[in-house]
């Protein structure tokens, strides 16, 4: 079956732009995750969907970021007032419930911000 | 807080030897889970290996064994009969057990293979 997919693969962007970046789960699975991975760095937590909504946000570096997934599939990660800081790669995962389950990462998306 | 340590930036190992990656993490809890994780430069995070903190024995998946020590909280990943594929980035990581269980991850470290 088809694994997580992220898109768009690379994101070249300006200080200031706002920027969406999708993820696709793996399907029938519950939980998803959104990761930040700075250059040199393992990833850090951002957020965590339980179906549509947001079980915890509490990696969220500031109130610029915000994601949703309407519709307990799909989710979107919305940077506004990108700043040259942002620039990472992030990584999407799904599991298929959250509790005591195996994440499965997507190839993540690099953004860079100009 | 839980955090998650790897010390060692970078390994080598000669094709077909066995090298240890090292990994150590600080918890107050006894129920969690520990991983390893391979990041090729495709960037995909793949598993290599799972642990649950409450089974004693090590895990074990093909060439790739862990040194779990519960008490001395450390975490190394043992690749036997290494592989040119085996070359990427490896994290350690750590999370809760039940809901909600974010993963924690170390730094990661390079290895290369040398043919």
């Known amino acids: 079956g088809a694994g997580v997919s992220q898109t768009p693969s690379n994101k070249v962007t300006e200080k200031g732009k706002y920027v969406e970046l999708r993820c696709d789960p793996i399907s029938g699975h519950t939980a998803l995750y959104w990761y930040r991975q700075s250059l040199g760095q393992g990833p850090e937590f951002l957020i965590y969907?339980?179906?549509?909504?947001?079980?915890?946000d509490s990696g969220l570096p500031n109130d610029r970021f915000f994601a949703v997934r309407p519709e307990g599939s799909v989710s979107t990660l919305k940077i506004q007032r990108t700043e040259r800081g942002d620039s990472a790669v992030y990584l999407c995962?799904?599991?298929?419930?959250?509790?005591?389950?195996?994440?499965?990462f997507g190839p993540g998306t690099r953004l860079t911000v100009l | 807080a839980q955090t998650v340590t790897q010390s060692q930036p970078e390994m080598s190992v000669q094709e077909a030897e066995t090298v240890t990656l090292s990994c150590t993490y600080d918890t107050s809890e006894s129920d969690y889970y520990l991983f390893w994780y391979k990041q090729p430069p495709s960037r995909q995070m793949i598993l290599v290996i799972r642990q649950e903190a409450y089974k004693q024995q090590n895990a074990t998946e093909n060439r790739f064994s862990v040194n779990f020590q519960k008490a001395a909280k450390s975490f190394s990943l043992k690749i036997s009969d290494s592989q040119l594929g085996d070359a990427a980035m490896y994290f350690c990581a750590y999370r809760l057990t039940g809901a909600n269980s974010k993963l924690t991850f170390g730094k990661g470290i390079t290895l290369s293979v040398r043919p």
């Open positions: 995962a799904s599991s298929p419930t959250g509790e005591s389950d195996t994440q499965y």
């Open positions: 969907f339980q179906g549509t909504g947001a079980a915890d």
